[in-house]
C-alpha cells in the first residue's frame, strides 16, 4: 500500500510542477499551431509526447526570459537540435524526466523499505540525476558532435580550396564542397549557411551566425579570416589555403595528443584486469608444484 501512496504523492508533486507556468499565466491564450514543416524527424519517445508538448510549451515559452532564451537556443544549435526541440520542450523533458525520476525513488524508497544507508542515498541521488540528465546528455552530444566537426571540417576546406582554385566564387565552391561531403555536422552547418546567404543574408552575419552555433575556435578563426578578406580585399583564395593547412596541423597534433595519452588510458585495465590475470597463469604451476614437494603443507 505504501509503494502506492508514495507513487501518487511524487505524481501530484510533479504534476505541480509541470502546470506551475499554467498557472503563473496572467491569461493570455494559446497561440495556433505553428507549423512543424521547419522540424527534423522526432524521436518515437517525443513523437508520442508532442500533442502534450505543443500545449504545453506555449505556457513554458511565455515564462522564459530573452536571455535565458538565448542561453537555451545557442546550447540547441551547439548540439545539432536546432530543428528537433525548441528551447521551451527542452525545459519540459528536463521536468518530466525529473518527475520520473522522482517518482521512482519515492517508489523504491517507500515501496521496497530500504534499510541500507548506501542503497537510501543512491535512491535519493536518482532524484538530481535524472533532473540533471538532459543537460548532460546534451553536453555529451554537443561534445561528440564537435569532435566529428573537427574532424571533417579540414576534407571541407580542402574542396573549398580546390573548387576556388578552379575558378568558382566562394559561394558556388561551398556549395560544390558541400555537395562532396557526407551526412554530419560540417555539411548541415554549411548547408544552413548557403540557404541563409540565398536568403539575403550578408556573408559576414551568415559565418558569424555559423560560428555562433558551432563554437568552435577553428571555425570562428574562419569566419574572421574570410571576412577581414573580403573588407581588405585580399586573395581569398590565400586565405582559405592557410585556413586549410592551419587545420590540417591541428587535426595531426590531437591525433599525436590521443595517442600519448593511450598509454596512460590503458594503464588502470592493464593492472586490474591482465596482471592478475597473468600472475594466476604464472604462480598456479608453482603453487602445485608445491604443494605435491609439501612445502605448503608444513605451514
Do not use: C
Request: aromatic fraction near 8%.
Amino acid at each position: 500500500m505504501s509503494l502506492y501512496v508514495a507513487m501518487s504523492l511524487a505524481a501530484l508533486s510533479g504534476g505541480l510542477v509541470l502546470l506551475l507556468p499554467l498557472a503563473l499565466r496572467t491569461g493570455t491564450e494559446l497561440s495556433p499551431t505553428r507549423d512543424e514543416a521547419w522540424r527534423d524527424r522526432l524521436p518515437w519517445f517525443l513523437r508520442v509526447l508532442r500533442p502534450a508538448m505543443r500545449w504545453y510549451s506555449e505556457a513554458v515559452d511565455a515564462s522564459l526570459t530573452s536571455q535565458r532564451r538565448e542561453v537555451l537556443q545557442a546550447q540547441l544549435d551547439a548540439a545539432g537540435a536546432t530543428y528537433l526541440i525548441s528551447p521551451a520542450e527542452f525545459l519540459i523533458i528536463r521536468r518530466v524526466v525529473g518527475v520520473v525520476g522522482a517518482t521512482a525513488s519515492a517508489g523504491v524508497i517507500l515501496g521496497i523499505n530500504l534499510g541500507d544507508p548506501l542503497h537510501m542515498t543512491i535512491a535519493v541521488a536518482l532524484v538530481p540525476l535524472s533532473f540533471l540528465y538532459p543537460d548532460l546528455r546534451l553536453r555529451e552530444v554537443t561534445k561528440r558532435r564537435q569532435a566529428r566537426f573537427e574532424n571533417e571540417f579540414p576534407f571541407f576546406l580542402d574542396v573549398l580550396v580546390l573548387a576556388m582554385k578552379a575558378g568558382l566564387n566562394f559561394i558556388a565552391a561551398s556549395e560544390q564542397a558541400v555537395g562532396s561531403l557526407r551526412e554530419g555536422p560540417v555539411k548541415q552547418e554549411f548547408s544552413r549557411y548557403l540557404r541563409e546567404s540565398r536568403a539575403g543574408l550578408s556573408r559576414r552575419a551568415a559565418l558569424d551566425r555559423l560560428a555562433e552555433r558551432v563554437m568552435l575556435p577553428a571555425v570562428t578563426n574562419f569566419a574572421a579570416a574570410v571576412s577581414q578578406a573580403e573588407q581588405t580585399g585580399g586573395s581569398l583564395g590565400d586565405v582559405l589555403a592557410d585556413q586549410a593547412r592551419q587545420r590540417r596541423q591541428e587535426r595531426f597534433l590531437r591525433a599525436e595528443k590521443l595517442a600519448n595519452q593511450a598509454p596512460v588510458k590503458m594503464l588502470f585495465p592493464l593492472i586490474a584486469l591482465l596482471f592478475p590475470t597473468t600472475f594466476i597463469i604464472i604462480g598456479f604451476p608453482i603453487v602445485i608444484q608445491l604443494l605435491e614437494a609439501g612445502v605448503l603443507n608444513s605451514f
